[in-house]
């Protein structure tokens, strides 16, 4: 890749939609948090706990990502998490970010859920005032617990409803189809939030279907696995389903096995509305512009990828239509400058 790709892979205004805001724990970060609140880690040094970064699979990654979350206690832990992914996802000029978030990893430890989003709201709030990004909140469901723990964390929320735009499905994918969720979602639906599921990650493409059918999601998570079947794949495609592929996440939990192996350019020469997002950055290696590189660098994707990408990031958000407008008059702005510049 040559060094002008890169620098406007870097340089360009982006939006991130899949990103997990306890998976931007730095591995710093926990240990300043535990020491704040007593809690006693199973690793002795950061170092230590970098190692046991080496995943095989996706269960092997979410039991290190929870025990990493075990250090979140306060609503200023909360913000101060959040606070430093943003200032983070600024530098790699992300406008815009839909960060999940997972409150039963966070309830279920006697965390009161007050405290994880107004923590996580104060950071959104001071990030568009202080560094000009704009970001909203989605609210995950753990998919190995049941649906009944799933409809109490709504209860929960539902006070909090003016602080999040949407509900999201996440953790161990294997043996928890979408369907199970099927009522919480319906419920949500009334409750006019945004829906979204991570589906055909490690789950077969019959997962992102179910997601679609039964749970009226308007966004998949990775669904990457789709490319298994060639009408799920033109659907997606024609009703402009967005599916946000995460690259290092999808190497680093050996759903590819390198990335030249990853299947991000026949997503998009299948007409999908593709967008490129850093997953858990801090366990895989890398924030948003990371996963752009590797991506770039290990497939042939050339200019006008970037910019398709760019400008998917944008339309697949849920941002009103007038905002969306705005960004993508940007990351067009953005274009012209940098031909006339080449
Ligand atoms: N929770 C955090 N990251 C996840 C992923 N990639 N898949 C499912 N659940 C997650
Ligand atoms: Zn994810």
Redesign the pocket.
Same mark, same amino acid.
């Given at each position: 890749m040559d060094d002008l790709l890169r620098e406007t892979l870097q340089a360009m205004p982006k939006a991130e939609l899949h990103i997990?805001i306890e998976?931007s724990l730095e591995p710093e970060l926990i240990f300043l948090l535990a020491k704040r609140n007593n809690v006693v880690l199973p690793y002795p040094s950061v170092e230590d706990l970098r190692r046991a970064y080496a995943f095989e699979d @996706?269960q092997s990654f979410?039991d290190i990502?929870y025990a990493g979350a075990s250090v979140l206690l306060t609503e200023q832990d909360f913000y101060d998490m959040t606070w430093a992914y943003l200032r983070r996802a600024a530098a790699d000029n992300v406008r815009h970010a839909e960060i999940f978030f997972d409150p039963q990893t966070h309830t279920a430890r006697g965390v009161k859920f007050s405290a994880v989003i107004d923590g996580i709201d104060r950071a959104l709030h001071d990030a568009r005032e202080q560094l000009g990004i704009s970001g909203a909140l989605i609210m995950c469901f753990l998919r190995h617990l049941s649906e009944q723990d799933a409809f109490d964390v709504l209860e929960q929320a539902l006070p909090h409803r003016a602080k999040f735009i949407g509900v999201g499905l =996440?953790?161990s994918?294997k043996g928890h189809p979408p369907e199970k969720f099927t009522r919480v979602f319906a419920r949500c639906k009334e409750a006019g939030l945004r829906l979204v599921a991570?589906a055909g990650?490690e789950g077969p493409p019959a997962y992102i279907q179910t997601a679609l059918d039964r749970l009226n999601v308007e966004r998949i998570d990775h669904g990457v696995r789709c490319l298994e079947d060639p009408a799920l794949t033109q659907r997606l495609a024609r009703e402009r389903i967005p599916l946000t592929v995460c690259p290092l996440?999808n190497i680093k @939990?050996r759903v590819f096995d390198r990335m030249p192996d990853h299947n991000l350019l026949k997503l998009l020469d299948a007409g999908i509305v593709v967008t490129i997002n850093s997953? =858990?950055p801090a366990y895989f290696g890398g924030y948003i512009n990371a996963n752009f590189v590797a991506a770039f660098e290990a497939l042939p994707l050339q200019r006008q990828h970037a910019y398709q990408l760019a400008r998917n990031g944008f339309d697949a958000s849920f941002l009103d239509s007038g905002t969306k407008q705005r960004y993508l008059d940007q990351v067009d702005a953005f274009f012209t400058s940098e031909t006339n510049r080449a």
């Open positions: 997990h998976g @996706l979410l990502y =996440d953790s994918e991570h990650e996440s @939990l997953d =858990d």
